[in-house]
């Protein structure tokens, strides 16, 4: 009995949510321990991780030349293998409080639908060489559904939107099992980027993505709002050379994002299509289930209930859906093995 106490003390399960712009880790029995920018810094010289996640985010864009800040993790998938295996090691060790550095821990990790196998097996790689024992892959939909508390075994239909920074995953399930998925790798980096763009050509000015993102959290929107916002930036002026301060309306960022966010309603449109005609009734009485921190854009839910007609509701903790349905599934691996991609 000691023994088995001892080892539970020691394997501790993850649930991780490697995404584009964050990564949660999920501790069985303690809850979610990491929240952190999926980025890291390395010196060009030797190599070296200089800073991950928050301190990492906090260089973006302000790094000597040595140093250079990477976003390992690309449309919701693995696009330098060597760094999100360096990124995903740190944030192993610092869920287990840097120690215990031998254990080997079972993972469940929520990936994007209609993933490739060559992504699938990237994830799966960096995850075994960070030190897991076991890995498991499960659709972020489903994973959101579940953190969202959604009832996904019942024989009827549940919609969820999961709006990351990467990817819009959107799924319709019933009885554990997704019945129609579709991811578009439009979400929260291309509404950062269309901002970027929309200042540069209509101001001439530059600014960079912390600032765009700052733009998009204050102003940003997808429905006109109930009282006109206005927001001070500064960049640097492109013709003129210096930095200058202009002030900049949601309208004008409404305008910016508008053609990211039709992208993503008519992603919704088509999944309610291709529904079939008996879950479709249970949608129109459940509607969807909007989650991600892409779902935090101001008015989105109002859009979406115009376009679709359908009642919408915002997840309870949009951000942290994903993991917290990984996070369900180590205590649960009869559903673990019914909705794994394995």
């Given at each position: 009995m000691a023994l088995r106490s001892l080892f539970s003390?020691?394997?501790?399960?993850?649930?991780?949510?490697?995404?584009?712009?964050?990564?949660?880790?999920?501790?069985?029995?303690?809850?979610?321990?990491?929240?952190?920018?999926?980025?890291?810094?390395?010196?060009?010289?030797?190599?070296?991780?200089?800073?991950?996640?928050?301190?990492a985010k906090e260089m973006l864009g302000r790094t000597p030349g040595n140093i250079v800040a990477i976003k390992p993790m690309k449309d919701g998938v693995i696009a330098d293998f060597e760094y999100t295996e360096k990124m995903l090691a740190y944030f192993i060790r610092k869920a287990h409080n840097n120690r215990n550095v031998w254990v080997r821990p079972r993972i469940v990790i929520g990936v994007p639908s209609e993933i490739t196998q060559v992504e699938k097996r990237a994830v799966k790689d960096s995850a075994y060489r960070a030190k897991a024992s076991e890995v498991h892959l499960v659709e972020e939909a489903m994973a959101a559904a579940i953190g969202a508390g959604m009832p996904i075994t019942e024989?009827?239909?549940?919609?969820?939107?999961?709006?990351?920074?990467?990817?819009?995953?959107?799924?319709?399930?019933?009885?554990?099992?997704?019945?129609?998925?579709?991811?578009?790798?439009?979400?929260?980096?291309?509404?950062?980027?269309?901002?970027?763009?929309?200042?540069?050509?209509?101001?001439?000015?530059?600014?960079?993505?912390?600032?765009?993102?700052?733009?998009?959290?204050?102003?940003?929107?997808?429905?006109?709002?109930?009282?006109?916002?206005?927001?001070?930036?500064?960049?640097?002026?492109?013709?003129?050379?210096?930095?200058?301060?202009i002030t900049i309306s949601d309208e004008e960022i409404r305008e910016a994002l508008a053609e990211t966010v039709n992208v993503i309603v008519d992603a919704v449109r088509v999944a309610l299509e291709r529904t079939p005609p008996e879950l479709s009734a249970d949608i129109v009485d459940r509607g969807i289930v909007l989650t991600g921190g892409g779902a935090l854009l101001k008015n989105l839910d109002k859009r979406l209930r115009e376009e679709t007609g359908l009642p919408l509701a915002m997840a309870e903790d949009p951000l942290s859906s994903v993991v917290l349905g990984a996070g369900k599934m180590l205590s649960d691996f009869n559903l673990l093995r019914k909705i794994s991609l394995d």
């Open positions: 003390l020691f394997s501790s399960d993850l649930a991780i949510d490697l995404g584009t712009a964050n990564t949660c880790v999920y501790v069985r029995g303690k809850g979610i321990v990491v929240n952190e920018p999926s980025i890291i810094a390395i010196n060009k010289v030797n190599g070296r991780v200089e800073a991950v996640g928050r301190e024989p009827s239909g549940n919609m969820i939107v999961d709006i990351g920074g990467g990817t819009t995953d959107i799924a319709v399930i019933s009885l554990a099992g997704i019945v129609y998925s579709k991811a578009v790798r439009v979400a929260g980096n291309e509404m950062d980027e269309a901002i970027i763009q929309y200042v540069k050509k209509t101001y001439n000015l530059l600014i960079g993505e912390r600032t765009a993102e700052a733009i998009k959290m204050e102003v940003g929107s997808a429905y006109p709002l109930e009282e006109k916002m206005t927001m001070e930036i500064k960049g640097r002026h492109l013709i003129e050379g210096v930095p200058k301060t």
